[in-house]
């Protein structure tokens, strides 16, 4: 139990501090905008954080945090973190591993959304998390929706996955590639969210220290070729067509997670902040 205890701080503090790293990178690509994003020099481009905390009882409690920047470069970005601990419903503990005989849980991890401003940058999001019930695993990953897919900006994205995936198990990228193209559908209208990445799920390899710094590495991996995509393509000028394009891959991506994304069913099930859950959303979309 005492080395299960030490696992979660390790975990949450890695959480905050990619949370950190996160913010600092996106902060600097806000210093760095050109006289493209003057019009909304006004604006304070900082990450406002707020803490939140769970309706804390015997058996359920935890919190986290928001970081949330409205700014140039990024019209909105949130880079949250959590942990949260309790029992899941009787409705709900079918569904999670582990979680049939003995509901109890905790879990930690981050979650980063950025809707870009620049119809020429792609939506991107990213999470890791570490779960544990009478099991324990890793999951997380992440993906990229352009409004207009470039290929050299598809292609870098998932070169830098497969090659950190690559590092641990060469049969993971073509794996959590393969998982990420299945889970980022929208069946309704028979078409993928973006152009995909990796996602994994219940990873548990039976060694903690390679699982933990693969999810370490995946996290760093998205903020460094992240940020390359969107230095390289947010200062294009952009006109008012292209902004309506925007706006209707934003309401695609509004479809996705609120219908079908697990994060956003387990937050909401599991009594997390609404605010927080609903981070995701752009701050405008609109639909035909």
């Not at 019009?39 to 769970?54: A, G, I, V, Y």
């Not at 193209?181 to 973006?194: I, Q, S, T």
Request: charged residues 25%.
């Amino acid at each position: 139990m005492e080395n299960l205890e030490n696992k979660k701080n390790i975990a949450q503090k890695w959480f905050k501090e990619l949370r950190d790293s996160i913010c600092d990178g996106f902060l600097s690509i806000e210093n760095d905008a050109s006289d493209n994003y003057q019009h909304w020099d006004n604006l304070n481009s900082t990450f406002e954080r707020k803490d939140w905390k769970r309706a804390n009882t015997q058996h359920d409690g935890g919190g986290g945090t928001i970081s949330l920047m409205q700014g140039k470069v990024f019209e909105k970005v949130g880079v949250n973190i959590s942990t949260v601990f309790g029992e899941f419903s009787d409705e709900f503990k079918e569904s999670i591993p582990g979680a049939e005989q003995d509901p109890r849980f905790w879990a930690s991890g981050i979650s980063v959304v950025a809707h870009p401003r620049s119809p020429f940058v792609p939506i991107a999001h990213m999470n890791t998390r570490m779960i544990v019930t009478t099991k324990q695993w890793f999951g997380g990953g992440g993906d990229l929706t352009p409004i207009f897919p470039i290929d050299r900006d598809t292609e870098d994205f998932h070169l830098a996955f497969k090659s950190t995936c690559d590092k641990y198990n060469t049969d993971y990228y073509p794996q959590y590639k393969e998982w990420c193209d299945k889970y980022f559908f929208l069946p309704h209208r028979n078409e993928m969210r973006g152009v995909g990445g990796i996602f994994f799920d219940s990873l548990n390899s039976g060694d903690w220290n390679n699982d933990f710094t693969y999810t370490q590495d995946v996290g760093k991996t998205f903020l460094d070729v992240y940020s390359r995509i969107i230095r390289r393509n947010m200062n294009k000028q952009w006109a008012i067509k292209d902004q309506e394009a925007q706006s209707i891959k934003r309401g695609r991506y509004v479809e996705f997670n609120l219908i079908h994304d697990r994060g956003t069913k387990f937050g909401l099930m599991t009594g997390g902040n609404t605010e927080a859950i609903l981070m995701s959303l752009p701050p405008s979309a609109s639909w035909k």
